[in-house]
């Protein structure tokens, strides 16, 4: 990356959250922090909030396009428009996320992913990005943090729409339509919207069937309803459905992918005391895909598979009863979470299983807030029938040293369970794999101060019986070289800088900028795919009813493997985007992507062939949000 623009990116290490004619919202309400509402003046951990306004000024395509400009994520997609994406944060990998969508999980269990590129923005009110270890919280697989996505959901008594269609490059059309409202004690909403485009090959091939266009489509819904059956006490019900369609190429067929992700909820809330709020959810989430291939009419093979049809699916019922009490001072919350993974899987004719494992997990935490003082501490223990017993903790500090300066701290401890696949594939898994183990510790310093607001963050995450498909063959594995198996150790430090800074009340300089080593103890190479630096800078300005916006956006050299024999250049992307309001209630829209056309890899599908990335590209849309 040109040594100029990694300047550039230091010196205006500032954070992209608001509009240029307005200054940041600090009285903003997180709950991913601490799975209880909290003031983000009074958050301890790290954490990013993007709510709806800033999703519809970005007008970014997808949510990856979203998360790629937030502080501390890297994101790796292999193709174009719903191919499989890669979120890491602060060097962690997608599988040491927690992702949850209204509270739920609805990854993969067999992948340990979220498929994020089936999560379309159109359904999205808010995402909460918490950095850093948080399984005292929310139990396994959170080494690197949470991402909590809430769905579209407007409280208002009186029905509203919202609305929109668009047209972009790449024949790429969006449409999305909703309604929310209320009856007396009833509150409802209903989203649809849908996308289809042809994108582009997945694979940087000009030559052969694989050269073709990869093309996308999706459908999706969300719903709510809530009904108030008394002062306090509510009972909800909620749904979320993902329907997406993608090509991707491999030995020159029409290969092709179904995937529908799902979640649906009960939820009792009630305030049985002045003291005591309880909180109930029973839930379900799915993720069910059909990966179409070039079939295999070969007996006599392995992998015979005369329809080319291989079937994974992933079931995860959760319930989770919450209590939290106010105390004379401060906050007791007492949990109990209980996850029932189930997994089936046809990947041919002779290979498939069909596995399940129970975790059962008690939770204890305490927040105060008083005075200059802030304190969190969390205590989690997790009894899954599986790897047995995992205890974990958590304990925060902040201190205001002044109305706008404040100072925190942050020890976290955190574990990974393997996946079903590394668990139990058959002729793959291996049932004694160890569970990932992490500590990790960090501390900021921010500032507020209306018009400019900063913050720099250090961290330090040190990860134990770190898991890779990169073992040698054994008795239940037999693609040696690639078997699943507990290597070395990893240690990921780094800073985090962002700001922002309203230079007058039309114009906003914003930004971040990340410097990290994601390393492996062991060989001291860079992690897969993950760079040592990259950052955002956002340009916004109100002229009137136009608000217009420049970004850069950038990352360091990366490794497509282990070893670090295959890099990826350095790049810097630079987008626009528009909106012009006609109306309180109208609104055009506009995004340009890649100006430059930039030629730029963020992985690869073989060693020598790069999956391919998009080159300029537009998108305009028009929108109708109903005022109350």
Sequence with gaps: MNKSIIAGLVGLA???????????????????????????????????????????????????????????????????AGTEASIFLRGTSSEQIVVLVDGLRINSATLGRTSFENIPLAQIEKIEILRGSASSLYGADAIGGVIQIFTRKNLSEKPLINAAVGLGSYNTKTAEFGINGGINALKYGVNVSSLDTD???????????????????????????ELELAKGHTWGLQFFESKGHN?????????????????????????????????????????????????????ASSTYNPKGISKYRTEQKQISWQNDFTLPLGKLTLAYDRL??????????????????????????????????????????????QFGNYTTGGAGYGYRITPQWRITANYGKAFRA????????????????????????????????????AGVTAFQNKIRSLLANAGPATPSCTLGGFCPINVGKAEIQGVTTEASWNINDNLLLSG????????????????????????????????????????????????????????????????????????????????????????????????????????????VGLRYNMKP
């Design 199 to 225: 994108s582009f090959s997945a694979r940087r091939i000009r030559r052969t069937k694989d050269a073709d266009d990869d093309s996308y489509r999706n459908l999706s819904t969300s719903a709510f309803a």
């Design 14 to 80: 500032f954070h992209p959250t608001v509009y240029a004619t307005d200054t940041i919202n600090l009285n903003e309400v997180v709950v991913t922090a601490s799975r209880t509402p909290q003031l983000r003046t009074n958050v301890i951990g790290d954490v990013t909030v993007i709510d709806r306004e800033e999703i519809e000024r970005i007008g970014a395509g997808s949510i990856n396009d979203v998360l790629r400009m937030q502080p501390g994520v890297q994101v790796v997609s292999t193709g174009g």
């Design 340 to 385: 029932e993974q189930d997994v089936s899987s046809v990947a041919n004719v002779k290979t498939k299983f069909n596995k399940e494992r129970n975790d059962d997990s008690f939770l204890a935490s305490y927040l105060l807030d008083q005075g200059n003082h802030s304190v969190q501490a969390s205590i989690r223990e997790d009894h899954n029938t």
């Design 418 to 453: 393997p996946t079903f696949n590394q668990l139990y594939y058959p002729n793959f898994g291996d049932p004694t794999l160890s569970p990932e183990k992490s500590d990790n510790v960090e501390a900021g310093l921010k500032y507020s101060g209306g018009k400019f607001n």
């Design 512 to 619: 971040n900028f990340t410097v990290q080593s994601p390393r492996n103890e062991d060989t001291n190479q860079l992690l897969v795919r993950r760079g040592n630096r990259y950052g955002t800078v956002n340009l916004q300005h109100t002229w009137g009813n136009l608000q217009w916006g420049a970004e850069v956006n950038g990352a360091s050299t990366r490794y497509n493997d282990a070893s670090n024999k295959i890099p990826m250049s350095g790049y810097m992307l630079v987008n626009m985007t528009a909106n012009y309001k006609l109306s309180p209630e109208w609104k055009l829209e506009a995004r340009a992507n890649n100006l430059l056309d930039k030629n730029y890899i963020l992985s690869y599908a073989t060693s020598t062939v790069p999956y391919n990335t998009a080159g300029s590209n537009l998108f």
């Design 247 to 299: 090509e991707f190429d491999g030995n020159n067929y029409e290969n092709f992918t179904e995937q529908t992700l799902q979640s649906y909820a009960f939820t009792s809330k009630n305030q049985f005391t002045d003291f005591w709020h309880s909180t109930f959810k029973l839930g379900m989430g799915v993720d069910d895909s059909d990966s179409h291939a070039k079939p295999n009419t070969s007996k």
